[in-house]
């Protein structure tokens, strides 16, 4: 063997310093231009984040201004009847004393949230207590008054160009100097719908909506693309057939995700007849949508299991249904609840599809119910990015940030659940 | 002396062997009659006609790719699970033919067991491990029962004194040697009637194999095993018969000793002093 | 077999085991030879070489049994490649005895040169002594030829060569007899004799042990057949001759 070893192998390999010296070269190239593509990456991601948060931050903090109410007996009951509205101007009008004309008036009624009436009616209704006295209570200022407050409301600016006039301005220095002006914890972005003033807006509904949409889409789609999955991979006989099925799953997964919403609109609200704009019609336009992703995911979990258990399996005796139901699907579930997770995530951030099917509806109710009327966060975020108001700029902002922390949240959720079912083998 | 015996005895298919005091009568348990295998168009094995006689251990061996092992997985229907495989012939256990329609292919496991050529214990606890089988075929009715089973399988694999203090632990933690006596014991606990073991323990060190061809020894006196190898030392030790494969066809099959001091067919003696691959 | 062993040293192993007993087969035979030379021509200083070139076969006995003793261990022979190893092993101890037995004559010749002994007396048994030798000699040459060959019918012939040695030898044993009967002064000289033709034909025994050990490497069993017995000095009884008339005893 070693006597017609050819010429260029017997002169062995070349180790020569230029050699060694080019590769070293392009080794550390290559590795710096994979950090600087993680980098800039990374660096745009960090942009990305910045501008939302910085622009939305502002959202969690509402300005409140503090008038003093006086719940006489003859006001206040019985709460059905009573003008709360007309309480929250008289108290209002007490601090002023001196704003006499109408139109002063409902320009020094601006400067306070019109829904001030409400919140005099429920807190009464907490604290049935308050009856008969006189208390100082916090109320929400106007959108107008929380943008001056958070220095969005230029003072330098001609009257005109503002949207607070001079007079409005000089009401608002002396609540502030009584030291009537306060920022407090926005509760109300978490525990209010939708509404038109930016000041009682809150994104409940929409999380609301989406929480029950998904878990629709969740019902739907994990049976089903775990059942599919396990046919075609375990089961279902290797021919031109399965091939054909493998190939339309796969282009499925590629369709681009507003061709569901017609779908849904064609067949589910035109021919079956569900509720339009209802988290059971997103979720099944949501879950068709999904279940490509899933029975891919989910195949590949099923493949990732070596196939020595199931010879294992199979050599004990046991049928092809106590194999798979025994032995492989417990290995494979975490690959398969991750997946299905990550499909969670990316059906939680789709809005096209639930556009088609009228979920870009204004509602102002927190849905009940899965036939209740609702919209999802990524709609509630388009609809308020398209609102005019000044303030909507920051809680839309705000609404994304809860939409990415949700989503971070089901990732984490999705490595954990990992992490606790794997099983090595 | 031999003829006489036969002639006395006068069953079909019954031989008297006189060195082996632990089985006297040997009785044919399994038969294959001209079994051949295809994959697609390509024949992998034809015209292969073996007897396996109870009690007994008979080794395939050959070189790579000669299709013992594809023999191996036709006697309990493992080629079942391959696309596209094809088998014809005749194989009887216990003269039922096993491949006909009126056969599960689960009972025909449960009575001929196999172990692996690696080892491959379930990702469950050890206890889990052995108890599979007796569940799944509802061999135990209690606890008290799975244990009896658990303590008898290991111990006649020779594991139970390294494993008895650790029965929850994953079965996948042993080390190579344990884990394959789990399999063996895991195969056993089933009480099948046939033990089919391909290569196993060409993954394993000297000692360990030593160990386990021990194992194999005595569970001779329960079983009959059929053990495919590399290693012709092994068969030579284990073996009571031995059959030598080429090329997809049977070319000998007789008593260890003989095949092994003096073979009747040429190839086999030059695959055995190492003439050809 | 024609083919070689995939691993190439293997076979080279088994060649210089060949080598080796057939380099101890060529030393028996010519100690034989050079043995019964000496005997002729009562060459004592040529006796005294044979004895102590003898230890070169012993030597060489020794170096075979180590050397089959590590090619089992290191090369776990099987069929043909176990049978041939363990026949080398036989092959070696039964040189060793023929080398043995050619020494004991050298011995003798020495002792036998001592006595005076009458020509004519001694000329036809020696020659049948070297006649049974010859025989001997071929019957090495061609056992060893066999076995480098693998040839059984050569060692079978071999075989069968060994009744001439034996029928020789019954007849050189009567003769001597009654020589021995003859005359008292030649006890002595004759029975050193009679011991030289025995270390002869039990060469030739050996010899035809290690044709049957042939015979088995090639066919992995011994040969059928008994071994032809033409030795039937056992049983040899010689009468006196008649006294002459005139005896004392009367």
């Known amino acids: ?425 | 002396m031999k003829n006489e015996m036969n002639e006395l005895c006068s069953v079909e298919g019954a031989e008297y062997f006189e060195v082996e005091d632990r089985a006297p009568l040997a009785e044919v348990k399994l038969f294959a009659r001209d079994v051949g295998v295809k994959y697609g168009e390509n024949e992998a094995l034809k015209n292969v006609s073996i007897d396996f006689m109870e009690h007994q251990v008979i080794s395939l061996i050959g070189p790579s790719g000669c299709g013992k092992s594809t023999f191996l997985r036709c006697l309990n229907r493992m080629n079942d699970t391959i696309e596209g495989c094809r088998v014809t012939g005749e194989i009887r256990l216990d003269g039922k033919d096993i491949y006909s329609k009126a056969t599960d292919p689960v009972e025909i496991r449960a009575r001929i067991g196999m172990v692996f050529q690696k080892p491959n214990p379930f990702p469950k606890s050890i206890y889990e491990n052995i108890c599979y089988g007796p569940r799944i075929h509802g061999m135990a009715n209690s606890k008290a029962d799975y244990d009896d089973i658990v303590e008898w399988s290991l111990t006649s694999a020779g594991l139970w004194d390294e494993v008895k203090d650790r029965l929850n632990e994953p079965g996948t933690g042993l080390s190579g040697g344990q884990q394959q006596r789990l399999c063996i014991a895991r195969a056993i606990a089933v009480h099948p009637e046939v033990i089919l073991m391909d290569e196993p323990c060409s993954a394993l060190d000297p000692i360990v194999t030593a160990k386990i061809e021990e194992l194999i020894d005595e569970l001779r006196e329960r079983f009959t095993i059929t053990i495919v190898t590399h290693s012709m030392q092994q068969a030579a030790r284990i073996s009571q018969s031995t059959a030598f494969f080429h090329l997809g066809e049977l070319v000998e099959e007789g008593k260890t000793d003989d095949i092994f001091t003096k073979p009747g067919d040429e190839r086999t003696e030059a695959y055995i002093t190492g003439r050809i691959g | 077999m024609d083919k070689d062993h995939i691993v190439k040293s293997y076979d080279e192993d088994l060649r210089r085991l060949e080598n080796m007993i057939a380099e101890m087969g060529g030393l028996a035979e010519v100690q034989l030879a050079e043995a019964i030379e000496a005997l002729v021509r009562f060459d004592t200083d040529a006796a005294k070489e044979i004895v102590k070139k003898d230890k070169k076969i012993d030597a060489l006995e020794m170096e075979i049994d180590d050397f089959i003793v590590k090619l089992i261990a290191l090369r776990q022979p099987l069929a043909e490649d176990l049978r041939s190893v363990i026949t080398g092993l036989k092959i070696s101890s039964n040189l060793e005895r023929i080398g043995d037995y050619s020494k004991n004559i050298a011995k003798r010749t020495t002792t036998l040169s001592q006595s005076s002994m009458m020509p004519t007396l001694v000329k036809g048994p020696i020659g049948t002594i070297s006649r049974m030798a010859r025989i001997v000699q071929e019957m090495i040459n061609n056992v060893l030829d066999a076995y480098i060959a693998r040839d059984a019918d050569k060692a079978d012939d071999v075989r069968a060569k060994d009744e001439e040695v034996d029928q020789l030898h019954s007849s050189l044993f009567r003769e001597l007899l009654t020589y021995m009967m003859e005359e008292p002064r030649n006890i002595t000289p004759c029975t050193h004799l009679l011991f030289v033709a025995k270390n002869v034909e039990r060469m030739g025994d050996h010899v035809t042990g290690i044709a049957e050990q042939v015979h088995f490497m090639v066919h992995g069993q011994l040969p059928d057949e008994e071994r032809i017995k033409g030795d039937s000095t056992s049983t040899m009884m010689v009468e006196p001759p008649e006294l002459p008339i005139g005896d004392a005893s009367e």
Not at chain 1, 56 to 78: E, K, R
Not at chain 1, 79 to 104: C, H, M, Q, W, Y
Not at chain 1, 148 to 153: A, D, Q, R, Y
């Open chain 1, 1 to 425: 063997m070693t006597d017609n070893m050819p010429r260029s192998i017997q002169s062995g390999p070349d180790l020569s310093a230029a050699r060694i010296a080019r590769r070293n070269r392009s080794e550390r190239w290559f590795r710096q231009l994979g950090i600087l593509a993680i980098g800039s990456a990374l660096l745009m991601l960090a942009v990305l984040m910045t501008s939302i948060t910085s622009k939305g931050y502002s959202a969690f903090w509402q300005t409140q201004i503090a008038i003093n109410v006086n719940f006489a007996s003859s006001d206040v009951l019985p709460t059905e009847k009573v003008n709360f509205r007309g309480l929250a101007r008289r108290s209002i009008r007490a601090l002023f004393p001196d704003v006499k004309s109408r139109r002063d008036k409902r320009a020094l009624y601006k400067l306070f949230s019109n829904g001030i009436g409400y919140e005099l009616r429920d807190a009464i209704q907490r604290d049935p207590s308050l009856l008969g006295q006189s208390k100082r209570i916090w109320v929400k200022a106007s959108a107008d008054t929380d943008m001056l407050v958070k220095g969005f409301i230029e003072r330098a600016v001609k009257q005109s160009d503002r949207r607070l006039s001079d007079k409005q301005l000089t009401w608002f220095d002396r609540l502030e100097k009584d030291g009537r002006i306060a920022k407090r914890f926005n509760l109300t972005f978490f525990t209010q719908a939708d509404s038109r003033e930016p000041e009682q807006a809150g994104i409940l509904g929409a999380l609301i909506g989406s929480i029950l949409t998904l878990s629709v889409t969740l019902l739907l789609v994990f049976p089903v693309g775990v059942a599919a999955a396990i046919y075609l991979e375990e089961f279902a006989p290797k021919n031109r057939w399965s091939d054909v099925i493998e190939v339309n799953i796969n282009n499925l997964a590629a369709v681009p995700s507003i061709v569901f919403g017609l779908l849904g609109l064609a067949v589910l609200l035109n021919w079956v007849g569900l509720p339009r704009s209802t988290p059971i019609a997103g979720g099944v336009v949501l879950a068709l949508m999904t279940l490509p992703t899933i029975i891919i995911s989910s195949r590949s979990a099923l493949k990732a299991v070596p196939p020595s258990i199931r010879e294992a399996a199979i050599g004990m005796g046991a049928s092809p249904l106590q194999t798979v139901s025994h032995h492989v699907l417990p290995l494979a579930m975490p690959g398969m609840m991750t997946g299905a997770i990550i499909g969670m995530a990316q059906a939680l951030g789709e809005t096209a599809p639930l556009l088609m099917i009228g979920m870009v509806a204004f509602i102002v109710d927190v849905p009940g119910g899965f036939t209740d009327a609702a919209t999802v966060l990524p709609v509630q975020i388009f609809l308020w990015a398209d609102a005019p108001e000044r303030a909507f700029v920051e809680k839309t902002s705000a609404a994304i940030m809860v939409l990415v922390a949700f989503l971070i949240a089901m990732n984490l959720f999705a490595i954990l659940m990992r992490k606790k079912f794997e099983r090595r083998w």
